[in-house]
T-cell receptor, first 109, second 116 residues
């Protein structure tokens, strides 16, 4: 079992829709969770982090964490073509981040 | 501006040659990391360093070496022992809060290595 799992996609949504990206993790003791966005050929950039169960909102982005189910998600409201990218879920282990393989999101105009 | 600088951006190497990728940061971060990214495989950790003069192997350290002689610098050498070195290499750094790694990584622009 991989430590952090994501569906590779692509996830295709029309402009203006809600995109839902999901991630599961295996280490039940994990405390910190991150979402990075990576455009093709570029380096990842942090867009959200969440430490506590529940929802955390930042603009059009909402991160959701359910530690009992070992599940993290990222919702993107009013999706724009500029949101088209690969979204990497990451979980903080001992001294290092463990990344999932990423979900490719395609937002069509 | 504060940030992480990687060089070169593109590098071509013949089989059997060692190459060194540079990574410099002026964010005053203690921790630095090297990741490798292959298509469809996400980021895999090669080496990391929490403090000057100390570093640890990541998940795929074989065929690579690093040094951390200065806080600002964490160069990666891809040796001839690395069987499949063609990849996108990313350097990152992170700060600490109350002595603990925050997990918030700042990445350089990456170095794309191609072995001919």
């Amino acid at each position: 079992q991989k430590e952090v799992e994501q569906n590779s996609g692509p996830l295709s949504v029309p402009e203006g829709a809600i995109a839902s990206l999901n991630c599961t993790y295996s280490d039940r003791g994990s405390q910190s969770f991150f979402w990075y966005r990576q455009y093709s050929g570029k380096s990842p950039e942090l867009i959200m982090f969440i430490y506590s169960n529940g929802d955390k909102e930042d603009g059009r982005f909402t991160a959701q964490l359910n530690k009992a189910s070992q599940y993290v998600s990222l919702l993107i409201r009013d999706s724009q073509p500029s949101d088209s990218a690969t979204y990497l879920c990451a979980v903080l282990g001992f001294q290092k981040l463990v990344f999932g393989t990423g979900t490719r999101l395609l937002v069509s105009p | 501006d504060g940030g992480i600088t990687q060089s070169p951006k593109y590098l071509f190497r013949k089989e059997g040659q060692n190459v060194t990728l540079s990574c410099e940061q002026n964010l005053n971060h203690d921790a630095m990391y090297w990741y490798r990214q292959d298509p469809g495989q996400g980021l895999r950790l090669i080496y990391y360093s929490q403090i000057v003069n100390d570093f640890q192997k990541g998940d795929i350290a074989e065929g690579y070496s690093v040094s951390r002689e200065k806080k600002e610098s964490f160069p990666l050498t891809v040796t001839s022992a690395q069987k499949n070195p063609t990849a996108f290499y990313l350097c990152a750094s992170s700060g600490h809060s109350s002595g603990r790694n925050t997990g918030e990584l700042f990445f350089g622009e990456g170095s794309r290595l191609t072995v001919l």
